[in-house]
């Protein structure tokens, strides 16, 4: 008689599955494991994942749960919940979920870019900023967050400030056809005339790089 595979193995077999962007059969072989030792934490998590990675965040969620239960010490499956959470929108529980995956592991800077999405989804706008802060002192040069930093201070009715971040998203990431159009409308609204031109300028490239909303502006603004 043939040796069954150990749960160690599955468990790695699955990894190897998930490196290849196999999720279904990485899924299959974390089950298998899992029948072996449902409280395994690290399996879970792993299963978790592979279901985020096919977008089935409300299937991940009770996955993380689990794995959180089998061990409360690691931060990854309180991330990766708070992951799966931010993507179902459900903010507030995204937010808890970063709090204690941050606690766990200040040195995981990653948690405050996400967190600041989740706070943004909440209007804590304040709160937002100062999580895209961290995430800027980290690593300076990230387009995305110097973009969501903007929509806070639009939020915290800052248009100065949103303006320079979203200037400064679109000189990381010139394809940011949505960054273009905040930057346009808040050049018009925050200053009427004196930025026509250019707000008209970023409209209509924010509709070239396909953000179709910004057409309405143009068409009743700027012809």
């Not at 592991?105 to 909440?122: E, H, K, S």
């Not at 300076?140 to 201070?153: I, S, T, Y």
């Not at 004196?194 to 300028?201: P, S």
């Amino acid at each position: 008689m043939g040796c069954s595979p150990s749960e160690e193995e599955l468990f790695q077999a699955g990894i190897q599955k998930m490196d290849s962007q196999n999720w279904k059969e990485a899924i299959s072989l974390f089950d298998r494991a899992l029948e072996i030792n449902p409280g395994n934490g690290q399996v879970l998590n792993a299963k978790g994942a592979a279901l985020f990675q096919q977008e089935k965040f409300q299937e991940a969620v009770p996955v993380f749960s689990a794995s959180i239960e089998a061990d409360s010490s690691s931060y990854k499956a309180w991330f990766n919940r708070g992951n799966a959470n931010l993507k179902l929108e459900n903010f507030k529980n995204a937010v808890s979920d970063y709090n204690m995956a941050s606690l766990l592991d200040p040195a995981q800077t990653d948690i405050y870019y996400n967190r600041g999405l989740a706070l943004l989804g909440m209007e804590e706008y304040e709160d937002a900023l100062l999580d895209f802060d961290k995430a800027l002192q980290v690593e300076p040069n990230q387009a995305l967050v110097h973009f969501n930093r903007g929509k806070a201070q639009l939020g915290n009715n800052d248009p100065a400030g949103a303006m320079q971040s979203l200037t400064e998203a679109i000189n990381l990431d010139g394809k940011n056809g949505a960054a273009y159009y905040l930057l346009g409308v808040t050049r018009m609204s925050a200053l009427g005339e004196a930025e026509k031109e250019e707000g008209c300028a970023d409209l209509k490239m924010a509709l070239q790089l396909g953000y179709t909303e910004a057409k309405t502006w143009i068409d009743d603004f700027c012809k």
